[in-house]
């Protein structure tokens, strides 16, 4: 394949965004490739597949034998770039000289003779880099003083909101190119430049280049509406965020796990057993525990405490795997939505058309009072061995010769969402056995780097020995992400019957900076707080780009256990 023809493949409609809807555009005339992509991100996301596809940015580094020659070329990327981002009508004249000698005077040399030749890939960088960095601050709120030298940003957040845009984003809120089809490839907003390695995710700052759609499907949520107050904006960024950990349920019988699929004979091999989760924890007294009668007895009187405790109402509310229904939460979430906080995250259980679906919703309290609800299918079954149900004492199965048995889902429906919250930072959510396995989640999850992972599991001890503290330790290097791991108290405390020395630990966090702390609940508590510390955090990327300390890093500082004076009957 050549040059062009990449070009053509990412860009099947042309490389002009503004001119999409415009009325004098004409409809079959031939896009003119010898224009460069008049939006930022089609530029990134043309280059960057051909950096990435090539390996090209293994080249990235200054040559340490002159580097007077490499700062005065990263002070032209960011001239053009400030050129760029003051006026988003006219594409800056060197940036439409270098797209025309790669798309015209370069169009029918191969991708793969690309990394022989060091011209290409100086132009390539080159490309890449402004690109890059005309982006900043894509994919957040953007603060009125920073606005008029941050007009892609601005541009991006009114498209995002709805608000007066002036700028379709018709792949939103799976990806923010405008003329690259997300089934060709996904651009999102970044934040954190992963700082070991060298890999293409070492060379942005301000944009991820992510698998086609395809694979898997991402979005980006925002956590407001509404632009910032410029005091406002500036006093968000640095604020401590404060998680509250309901661990429900608390109690687990072991009727909840019940055989669905026995194992089979097939030929000469066997069709595997499977297990299913009867939530029998939201019944009491053969009544419906529902959304609102959850809020009065158990998450509103914890979000009191947590106020009482740390002066703040919780920036959050993390309930872990299964502890839900969606119509639950979705009760839940309206009952919270007049308290003050920002987000609910909690694992839901749904049965829809005669199939189960093991569910992460993250549901962003906006400030205009709308509730923006993302959903995502648990990605990899749970596979329950013999040990493990005698660990649980789980009797479910009278077959004395199978000793596995998968959980029955579905796993159809690949999707990953992204949380923007506060200034710069972003959250993801993973369920359980997604945390463990590489594809297809982690891919995109180092390409974004958010600041915050949090697994939602039903599982035993968080303990750092265990598989989540090692596959944590993984995101904590690269990206650099803070990993919190979070289980109910129900299967914590089935785990501990054959422990001695039983250990009640809910959560673990593992950040970035090094620290590993496991998260316990005391008998008679019912919830932790968490409160987190945003710190400002200065990153290179492999071509030595400076971000200006803009990225965010989150270090825990207090874990506070909440007890309720009269906790429900149905707890």
């Known amino acids: 394949m050549t040059i ?3 070009i053509r493949h990412l860009l099947p409609g042309g490389t002009d965004a503004f001119a999409v809807n415009a009325a004098d555009s004409t409809e079959g005339s031939s896009p003119d490739y010898g224009a460069c992509p008049t939006w930022p991100v089609d530029l990134f996301a043309v280059v960057a597949t051909i950096v990435d596809c090539t390996g090209a940015y293994t080249l990235a580094s200054p040559d340490r034998n002159n580097l007077k020659a490499h700062q005065q070329v990263l002070l032209m990327v960011e001239e053009c770039a ?6 988003v009508s006219e594409v800056p004249y060197f940036v439409k000289e270098l797209w025309k000698a790669i798309a015209i005077g370069l169009g029918d040399f191969e991708i793969t003779a690309i990394r022989e030749s060091p011209f290409i890939v100086e132009l390539l960088l080159l490309l890449f880099a402004i690109a890059d960095e005309t982006c900043i601050g894509m994919g957040w709120d953007v603060d009125p003083v920073e606005a008029p030298k941050r007009l892609f ?35 999102l907003p970044k934040s954190i430049t992963s700082s070991v390695g060298c890999t293409i995710r070492s060379l942005s700052h301000y944009l991820a280049l992510l698998p086609p759609s395809s694979v898997l499907q991402p979005s980006w949520i925002l956590s407001s509406r509404k632009a910032p107050e410029p005091e406002s904006a500036a006093a968000t960024a640095g604020d401590d965020i404060r998680l509250l950990l309901v661990p429900f349920p608390f109690t687990i019988h072991a009727s909840s796990f019940k055989l669905t699929s026995a194992r089979q004979k097939m030929g000469d091999n066997h069709v595997p057993a499977y297990f299913g989760i009867d939530q029998r924890w939201l019944t009491h007294e053969e009544k419906a525990l529902s959304g609102q009668a959850l809020a009065a007895g158990l998450i509103l009187p914890l979000i009191e405490q947590c106020r009482r405790e740390t002066g703040h109402v919780p920036t959050g509310v993390v309930l872990p795997e299964c502890a ?23 694992g839901v259980l749904d049965y829809e058309d005669g199939k189960y679906f093991n569910r992460a919703l993250t549901c962003a309290i906006q400030t205009d009072g709308t509730v923006a609800i993302k959903e995502q299918n648990k990605h990899h079954r749970w596979r329950l061995d013999r040990s493990q149900t005698d660990r649980y004492g789980l009797r479910f199965d009278e077959d004395p010769d199978n000793n596995q048995w998968w959980e029955d889902i579905d796993v159809s429906q690949r999707r990953l969402p992204f949380f923007a919250m506060r200034k710069d930072m972003s959250l993801a959510t993973l369920i ?27 599982d035993g001890p968080q303990l750092a020995v265990r598989w989540p503290g090692r596959y944590a330790t993984v995101l904590a290097e690269d990206p650099g992400a803070a990993v919190l791991s979070f289980t109910c108290a129900a299967m914590v405390d089935r785990s501990n019957w054959l422990e001695a020395k039983p250990a009640r630990s809910i959560g673990l966090w593992r950040d970035g900076a090094g ?31 400076s971000d200006h300390s803009l990225s965010r890093q989150l270090t825990l500082r207090t874990v506070v256990p909440l007890c309720l004076a009269s906790p429900p009957k149905w707890l």
């Open 432 to 458: 359980c056995e997604d945390l463990a396995r590489t594809d297809p989640a982690m891919t995109a999850i180092r390409a974004v780097g958010p600041n915050l992972v949090v697994a939602l599991l039903m």
């Open 4 to 6: 062009i023809e990449l």
């Open 324 to 346: 839900l229904t969606s119509q639950v939460a979705g009760d839940l979430v309206k009952a919270l939505a007049k308290t003050g906080i920002e987000f609910l995250i909690t």
């Open 153 to 187: 940003a601005s541009l991006t957040f009114t498209a995002l909101t709805g608000e007066n845009a002036q700028v379709r984003l018709p792949h939103a809120p799976t990806s923010l190119c405008v003329m690259v089809p997300p089934d060709r490839a996904v651009v």
């Open 515 to 545: 620290r590993t702390q496991e998260i316990g609940l005391p008998a008679g508590t019912q919830g932790v707080v968490l409160t987190l510390q945003s710190k400002s955090k200065h990153q290179n990327t492999l071509d030595n780009r």
């Open 82 to 87: 400030s050129e760029w981002n003051t006026n």
